[in-house]
C-alpha cells in the first residue's frame, strides 16, 4: 500500500502528469458519424456501424484470433474542421489496458494532431486511467482562440475495441468539413503487429498513421497482431475494399516458414488480381530484428524469405504484371535497428518514423504524387 501511495504521490507532484478532473464548463457532444465529422479508415462501417476493421460476418471465414483483432481499431480516424478553443473526448472501450510493452496511450488512448494536410502538428494525447475501459478527457484548450476553423485529425487506440466515441467542443463553436483527400481511393496495409502499430506510444506513432500526414490519402491498417498469416480468406476480404489505390503487403514476418510463404504469398496476389488486376501492389520485406546480429539462423530465415518476396513480384512482373513491386524493409530502421524497438522485434516511436521515412517516398512514386 505505501508504494502505492507513493506513486500517486508522484503523479500528483507533476502537473504535467496529472489526469483530468471533471469538466465545470457547457459542452457540446458529437457523434464522429454526424455531419460534417468524416470517420475513416473502417471500410465496412457504412454497412454495419461497427468501429471494426473487417466485416462482422465475412463472405469467407476467419479464423477466431484474425475476428478478435479486427475489433482493435487501429488506423481509424475522425476528422473535421472547427474553431473551438476546446476540444474533449468521450470513450468507452471494450476492455481495460493490459500490455507490458506497450503504453496505455498506445493501446487504448487517442491523440490528436492540427493543421491541413501535410502540415499536421501533434497536440494532445488522451489521458486517462489505464485500469477503466471508459474515459471523459480533454484534448485541447486553446488560451489564445483563434477564431478561425482549424483542421482536426483524432486517431483511434491501436489495440483496443471502441464501443462508442463522442466528441465535445464549445456550444458556439463552428464545425466545417475536412480537407477533402487527394482522391477517393485507398491505401490499404495488410500485415503484422508492426503494422498494426505495436509498439507505439500513441496512435499517431504507427507507421501508416504517420504516413497518412505524409500521403493525403486514407488509410486502411489491416495489420493483425502475431496472425498476418496471408490465408487466402483475407486476400478475397480485402479485395472487397472499394476504390484501393494501392496494396501493401507486410505480413512476411508472420508466416515464419519460407516454404509456407512461398506458397501463400503468390496465392494472395494472385487472388487479389482477380478482382483488382491493375491497382499496384507493393510486398515489403520485414525490418531487422535484434536476434538477426547474433543468431546466424534468424538471419538465414529472412535472408529466404526476402528472396522468395523478390522472386515472386520477379515472377509476376515478367509474366506482364507491371503494377507490382517489391522494397526491401529490411534496412528501414538503419545501422542500429536494434535501438529502434521495445522488445527486439516491435519498434518504438523512433522505429515507426524511420518506417515512415523510408516508405513514404516510394508511396509517393507508385501514387503518382509529386514531392
Avoid at 65 to 86: E, M, P, Y
Wanted: net charge negative; charged share 25%; hydrophobic share 35%.
Amino acid at each position: 500500500m505505501a508504494e502505492q501511495d507513493k506513486t500517486k504521490r508522484v503523479q500528483d507532484l507533476d502537473p504535467n502528469m496529472r489526469l483530468d478532473e471533471q469538466f465545470n464548463v457547457p459542452i457540446r457532444w458529437l457523434s464522429p458519424t454526424e455531419e460534417p465529422i468524416q470517420l475513416v479508415g473502417f471500410p465496412w462501417f457504412d454497412q454495419e456501424g461497427l468501429y471494426r476493421r473487417l466485416p462482422k460476418s465475412p463472405t469467407h471465414p476467419i479464423r477466431t484470433a484474425v475476428d478478435h483483432l479486427a475489433n482493435c481499431t487501429s488506423g481509424g480516424q475522425i476528422r473535421f474542421r472547427t474553431n473551438s478553443s476546446k476540444l474533449f473526448i468521450k470513450v468507452e472501450l471494450a476492455g481495460g489496458s493490459d500490455m507490458y510493452h506497450m503504453p496505455a496511450t498506445g493501446q487504448s488512448g487517442f491523440d490528436c494532431y492540427i493543421g491541413e494536410p501535410g502540415e499536421q502538428k501533434y497536440i494532445s494525447t488522451s489521458r486517462f486511467d489505464h485500469t477503466q475501459s471508459s474515459y471523459t478527457v480533454s484534448l485541447f484548450e486553446m488560451t489564445d482562440p483563434d477564431t478561425q476553423t482549424q483542421m482536426i485529425t483524432i486517431n483511434f487506440p491501436l489495440y483496443q475495441g471502441v464501443k462508442k466515441v463522442e466528441i465535445g467542443v464549445t456550444p458556439e463553436a463552428v464545425l466545417s468539413s475536412p480537407v477533402p483527400f487527394t482522391d477517393n481511393r485507398k491505401v490499404i496495409v495488410y500485415g503484422t503487429s508492426i503494422t498494426q502499430g505495436g509498439c507505439a506510444t500513441r496512435p499517431g506513432m504507427s507507421y501508416t498513421n504517420v504516413l497518412s500526414r505524409y500521403i493525403n490519402s486514407e488509410f486502411i491498417n489491416l495489420g493483425f497482431s502475431g496472425n498476418g498469416m496471408g490465408e487466402p480468406e483475407l486476400a478475397h476480404l480485402i479485395a472487397q475494399i472499394e476504390q484501393p489505390a494501392l496494396l501493401v503487403l507486410d505480413f512476411e514476418a508472420n508466416v515464419g516458414d519460407p516454404l509456407v510463404y512461398q506458397e501463400r504469398l503468390p496465392e494472395f496476389i494472385r487472388i487479389y488480381r482477380e478482382y483488382h488486376p491493375e491497382v499496384p501492389i507493393l510486398v515489403v520485406s520485414k525490418i531487422r530484428y535484434a536476434r538477426e546480429r547474433f543468431h546466424t539462423s534468424a538471419l538465414q530465415l529472412a535472408d529466404e524469405r526476402r528472396r522468395i518476396a523478390r522472386d515472386t513480384v520477379e515472377a509476376y512482373r515478367s509474366a506482364g504484371d507491371a503494377n507490382i513491386q517489391f522494397f526491401d524493409g529490411s534496412d528501414l530502421l538503419g545501422e542500429d535497428y536494434e535501438e529502434c524497438t521495445v522488445d527486439g522485434v516491435h519498434p518504438t516511436d523512433l522505429g515507426f518514423i524511420r518506417m515512415a521515412y523510408g516508405l513514404n517516398p516510394v508511396l509517393k512514386k507508385i501514387l503518382q504524387i509529386e514531392e
